[in-house]
Nanobody, 120 residues
Framework: QVQVVEFGGGLVQAGGSLRLSCVASGPIFRLGTMAWYRQAPGKQRELVATMSSDGTTNYANSMKGRFTISRDDAKNTVYLQMNSLKPEDTAVYYC??????????????WGQGTQVTVSS
């Protein structure tokens, strides 16, 4: 069974930085696109950033220039470096991974989320 676990959330002051990590484990043959989403209280889940297996990245407009997604396929890990954080970045951040397992089935896997709180 594939598991996806996020790390690195916490409380930070406005203007500060945090680095989130997401590790996938289990019978992984290959990772496809990996992504970060977030959900603020009372709001819908929204895309933060994606990174495909060839390194192509995509960011939500409000995160461009402040957030950076990266990945280390040798470690089955994707990162999200968040700089110049704002109170409106407060949300639960979720990792999503397209996982191809050894049977060559493709799974859409989600982590349990990690809370990021930015104080003003």
């Amino acid at each position: 069974q594939v598991q996806v676990v996020e790390f690195g959330g916490g409380l930070v002051q406005a203007g500060g930085s945090l680095r989130l990590s997401c590790v996938a484990s289990g019978p992984i043959f290959r990772l496809g696109t990996m992504a970060w989403y977030r959900q603020a209280p009372g709001k819908q889940r929204e895309l933060v950033a994606t990174m495909s297996s060839d390194g192509t990245t995509n960011y939500a407009n409000s995160m461009k220039g402040r957030f950076t997604i990266s990945r280390d396929d040798a470690k089955n890990t994707v990162y999200l470096q968040m700089n110049s954080l704002k109170p409106e970045d407060t949300a639960v951040y979720y990792c999503n991974a397209d996982v191809i397992v050894y049977s060559l089935a493709k799974l859409d896997c989600w982590g349990q989320g990690t809370q990021v709180t930015v104080s003003s």
